[in-house]
């Protein structure tokens, strides 16, 4: 069953296009990853799935009642708004205890309802956020780089976690991500993004195409220099025009 | 009843529906980081005062439809991403000073700017009273109804759109009830104080506070506080009633902050 499909998007960033001519789509039970350099359109491209960007040209078709379970990549919470786990999973709409309880269980943080969202660690701000997006048992579950700030084995755990939730619910999954060995072992499909679709396939068709090999290298190679790409650029670099984030904000895992 | 006990206590019932009011919306302008936005859409207002007067209508219509054209302003222009600090402060500064002129021209109307400026609590009638408190009861009820997802856009726009929330709209009801609050507050702490009344028992409640819930019951209760105490403080010592209730609020404030800073040094 197709969820949601995209054809022939534009979406321009004060004049500049960021994605054009996009086609998209995704059916149910699927998990498809996003990969591209900073600057590509991949956050570009989620927030115009979710509604949050409205498309310069091109249609969108989302599944009529259509569940979206979004788990952003990083969310601040201002410091003076005090928010406990608990109240967090309740918004927008509320949820019985034992529903949150449940929810939390799941995703391997029992009893931090009280706690406030301030005080938790990196990895557990994820879980909380995953598990807020799973309470509405999505039919689409997108990531925008939800592992972004965890370490190796913390974000391997996330993964798993993320294929067991796709077989308890036989929802969608739509991740953007940057660990490669990740998609390559958890995709059913990788699109490569920059600015338009470069190519897109099977994870072993995608990282034989020179369109990929032409932004992320080949082979073993390609893995180094996404890693290289990940921890060494330079905070001054210029964005391309679908990157909307400020110089200062790129998240680094943290040794 | 003396007179006195009259007096006092018609101050004290406008000044406490303008507490209630303005302590859950406070908390949205603290979260949001909108102090200019309260600063710039209260001083538009003496420009609705002239108006209003220049053209004889009611002052509360008048400040209503300024502030809401403020208000609307500032939101479409934020959204459209110009430099908000500069641009805030600009209109801000602006609005009040163009009031001011306006009403320098207007030679047969005797206006106590003053009682704009900082208002004039003491000299309610049933009549203001009535208007306060339909007007904090239109504001609860608003902010009530749109509570959680006024909450859940605040915390993060784009989680809102997942959730089928439109962050713009809620933005559109939060500018609506800061205007019907500068409106009704103008009486009770003028222009220049009512951003104290939404900023300062707000940010006192943050103390005590571990949901955003309790820390809008708690902001009524310090905005409460510092009506009666300021009333009270202002008779004793003769001094301007509005002044002395923002005061009374940044003597809490400061106790509060106190109370947070032993609270860290001790953990």
């Not at chain 2, 919306?25 to 005062?49: E, K, N, P, Q």
């Not at chain 2, 962050?167 to 009801?173: A, D, T």
Request: hydrophobic share 50%; charged share 15%; proline share 5%.
């Amino acid at each position: 069953m197709r969820l949601l499909s995209l054809r022939q998007a534009t979406i321009r960033h004060s004049g500049t296009p960021a994605l054009e001519g996009v086609d998209f789509h995704i059916d149910k039970g699927e998990i498809v990853t996003i990969l591209g350099p900073n600057g590509s359109g991949k956050s570009t491209l989620l927030r115009s799935l979710i509604g949050a960007l409205p498309l310069s040209s091109g249609t969108l078709d989302r599944a009529p009642g259509l569940r979206i379970g979004y788990v952003p990549q990083k969310l601040h919470i201002d410091p003076t708004l005090p928010l406990t786990v608990r109240r967090f999973l309740s918004l927008p709409k509320r949820i019985p205890n034992a529903v949150a309880e449940a929810a939390l269980d799941d995703v391997g943080l029992p009893d931090l309802g009280d706690h406030p969202m301030a005080g938790l660690s990196g990895g557990q701000f994820q879980r909380v956020l995953l598990a807020r997006a799973l309470l509405i048992r999505p039919d689409l579950l997108i990531l925008d780089e939800a592992t972004q700030g965890l370490d190796q084995p913390g974000s391997a755990a996330f993964y798993q976690k993320i294929e067991q939730v796709r077989a308890d619910l036989g929802c969608a999954v739509l991740m953007v991500s940057h660990e490669l060995h990740v998609v390559m072992a958890a995709s059913d499909r990788v699109i490569c993004l920059n600015g338009h679709v470069c190519c897109e396939g099977a994870p072993a068709q995608v990282a034989s195409a020179p369109e990929y090999q032409a932004l992320f290298g080949t082979g073993t190679h390609g893995t180094l220099a996404l890693y290289r790409h990940e921890h060494d650029h330079s905070h001054d670099h210029d964005h391309g025009p679908g990157c909307d984030h400020g110089p200062a904000e790129h998240g680094h895992p943290q040794p | 009843m003396t007179l006195f006990d009259d007096f006092i206590v018609l101050a004290a019932l406008a000044g406490i529906g303008v507490a209630i009011a303005a302590a859950p919306l406070g908390c949205f302008v603290v979260w949001r980081r909108m102090a200019y936005f309260g600063d710039a859409t209260a001083h538009a207002s003496i420009l609705g005062v002239a108006l209003a007067l220049t053209f004889d209508t009611s002052i509360l219509a008048g400040v209503l439809v300024t502030a809401l054209l403020m208000a609307g302003t500032i939101s479409a222009l934020s959204d459209r991403g110009y430099a908000m600090d500069t641009l805030l402060g600009v209109m801000a500064h602006s609005a009040l000073a163009l009031g001011l002129v306006a009403v320098s021209f207007l030679r047969d109307v005797r206006v106590d700017l003053m009682a704009y400026l900082f208002g004039d609590i003491l000299a309610v009638s049933l009549t203001d009273i009535a208007v306060v408190w339909i007007g904090a009861a239109l504001v609860l009820v608003i902010l009530w109804w749109r509570w959680s997802s006024l909450l859940t856009a605040t915390l993060n726009p784009e989680l809102a759109r997942a959730s089928g929330i439109a962050p713009h709209r809620e933005q559109l009801v939060l500018t609506l009830a800061l205007a019907i609050v500068v409106a009704v507050a103008i009486k009770v702490v003028g222009v220049l104080l009512i951003t104290a009344m939404l900023l300062i028992p707000a940010a006192t409640a943050r103390t005590f506070s571990n949901t955003p819930e309790r820390m809008a019951v708690m902001a009524a209760l310090v905005g409460t506080l510092s009506v009666l105490g300021g009333l009270l403080m202002s008779f004793r010592l003769d001094t301007p009633t509005g002044p002395t209730i923002v005061a009374m609020g940044t003597g809490l404030f400061l106790g509060a902050s106190l109370i947070t800073f032993l609270r860290r040094s001790t953990s």
